[in-house]
């Protein structure tokens, strides 16, 4: 299984930006599907997990700016509004799944995008 990550740019601050994760590979049943982020010198945290039955949670410091979905082809996308200094990190996807023939699940990541906002 592979994730392909994009769409990080520089923006200023309270502008927008979307990412995307798309899916290849044996992919079977997919269990949760998650955006992650980690700043310079920080550890890298969860920013928003969705379920395939449509479950959305979402870190705090995030909630009600970012919306994460998905479509029919299992493009995974992170809509971040009002972004802030702050939000500037790598942004990883990743999703935890069980690929075909396989009785257990994995985790797989894609590379990061990079997302700079400046003041």
């Known amino acids: 299984v592979q994730l392909q990550a994009s769409g990080g740019g520089l923006v200023q601050s309270g502008w927008s930006l979307r990412l995307s994760c798309a899916a290849s590979?044996?992919?079977?049943?997919?269990?949760?599907m998650r955006w992650y982020r980690q700043a310079p010198g920080k550890e890298r945290e969860l920013v928003a997990t969705?379920?395939?039955?449509?479950?959305t949670t979402y870190a705090g410091s995030v909630k009600g700016r970012f919306t994460i979905s998905r479509d029919v082809k299992n493009t995974l996308y992170l809509q971040m509004n009002s972004l802030k200094p702050e939000d500037t990190a790598d942004y990883y996807c990743?999703?935890?799944?069980?690929?075909?023939?396989?009785?257990?699940?994995?985790?797989?990541w894609g590379k990061g995008t990079q997302v700079t906002v400046s003041s």
């Open positions: 990743n999703e935890y799944l069980y690929t075909m023939g396989t009785p257990y699940p994995e985790d797989f």
């Open positions: 590979g044996s992919i079977g049943v997919i269990v949760a």
């Open positions: 969705l379920t395939p039955g449509g479950t």
